[in-house]
């Protein structure tokens, strides 16, 4: 092969190799500018959406707290309920733990008093 050949089929290749890398630029150039577009969508949905749960979750989180400070004072209230009743309910077994004392102790000296009367009519 001679020279100009030899420059002549290094030059195509070089044209070759410019055209190709222009097309792969082009087609790479493509995909980011799509990429970019979609990511900018996503961002605005994004906003959007962060926006919608913002408004909306505040009132829920203020009614949930409501609800929350509700509960504590039906739960208090509870706690205050049964604190009453098993004070009752000890005044109550208290009181009725004597009476019974005092009337076993009734009935007791009771039947004593029968029996002794009984067996010294027998004598």
Do not use: H, W
Request: glycine share 8%.
């Amino acid at each position: 092969m001679d020279i100009e050949s030899s420059q002549l089929l290094l030059n195509q290749g070089l044209a070759f190799l410019y055209i190709s890398s222009g097309i792969f630029l082009l087609v790479v150039g493509g995909f980011l500018v799509k990429l970019i577009y979609d990511s900018s969508k996503l961002v605005k949905n994004a906003t959007v959406t962060t926006e919608i749960v913002n408004t909306e979750l505040k009132p829920t989180l203020d009614e949930l707290n409501k609800t929350l400070k509700t509960v504590n004072e039906i739960v208090q209230n509870t706690g205050e309920g049964v604190g009453s009743v098993k004070l009752g309910l000890e005044n109550i077994l208290s009181k009725t733990k004597l009476m019974s004392k005092n009337l076993f102790g009734g009935l007791l000296s009771g039947f004593m008093t029968v029996y002794s009367l009984f067996c010294k009519k027998r004598k």
